[in-house]
């Protein structure tokens, strides 16, 4: 079966700081796909990243980086330098092969707050 | 580009009440539709999805029903509403090419107060 936790319920820190929500995950699948996603106040989720389970180079987008290793079965998502405008509900996400019957499951996510 | 509209935003209804929420998608042809439910505090559960017109699955057994009428609209229904009904739901889409790992794009929600 699959599963994917995340153990940080909450996580609050001053803004420029640097933060990492952790998100673990469990499949039989050897084909698979990770994602993150963002909900800020406003409700509507925003697609952060998207990654294949054969590519775990890690990635880089502006203050966002990635760290996906299979070895711990973990993608982690790290902030640099957070600004309040992070502050959101940001979800883990798993899906299994190119397949018509595996569906996106998501973690129960993590809330970040960004103090000024 | 493509756009999802979810309405309404907020709904109060009383239990035993029926519901309709209503989800529409535009600048796209047969899309894969999803509705999740987000309970307070919780993650997204999958309630249904369609991959075609009048094609409905259920993920989980439940008070609530789904219909794809058109190729762009999918509709989320109950006949009596329960308290546990209560929170919000998301409609989503993702690009149809017989898979379900493809990124979501979601509606911006609507959150229901089941009283």
């Known amino acids: 079966a699959q599963k994917v936790t995340q153990a940080q319920t909450e996580i609050s820190v001053v803004e420029k700081e640097d933060v990492t929500l952790d998100c673990v995950y469990e499949?039989?699948?050897?084909?698979?796909?990770l994602f993150w996603y963002k909900q800020p106040p406003s409700g509507e989720l925003v697609f952060l990243i998207r990654?294949?389970?054969?590519?775990?180079q890690n990635e880089i987008s502006g203050r966002y980086s990635w760290n996906f290793q299979k070895s711990t079965s973990s993608f982690n998502f790290t902030i640099t330098a957070s600004q309040v405008v992070d502050s959101a509900v940001y979800f883990c996400?798993?899906?299994?092969?190119?397949?018509?019957?595996?569906?996106?499951?998501f973690g129960s996510g993590t809330r970040l707050s960004i103090r000024p | 580009s493509q756009t999802i509209h979810q309405w309404p935003a907020t709904l109060v209804q009383p239990v035993g009440s029926p519901l309709s929420l209503e989800c529409t998608v535009e600048?796209?042809?047969?899309?894969?539709l999803y509705w999740y439910r987000q309970a307070a505090g919780r993650g997204l559960q999958l309630l249904f999805y369609?991959?075609?017109?009048?094609?409905i699955s259920s993920e989980v057994p439940q008070n609530l029903s789904a219909s794809r009428p058109q190729d762009r609209q999918f509709i989320l229904s109950s006949k009596k509403l329960l308290l546990s009904d209560s929170g919000f739901y998301l409609c989503?889409?993702?690009?149809?090419?017989?898979?379900?790992?493809?990124?979501?794009?979601f509606g911006s929600g609507t959150q229901l107060s089941v009283l």
């Open positions: 989503a889409w993702s690009p149809n090419r017989g898979n379900h790992n493809e990124k979501l794009f």
């Open positions: 499949t039989r699948d050897t084909t698979y796909y």
């Open positions: 990654r294949n389970s054969f590519d775990e």
């Open positions: 996400a798993l899906s299994g092969p190119y397949s018509s019957a595996s569906k996106i499951i």
């Open positions: 600048g796209t042809s047969n899309p894969n």
């Open positions: 369609s991959v075609g017109i009048g094609q």
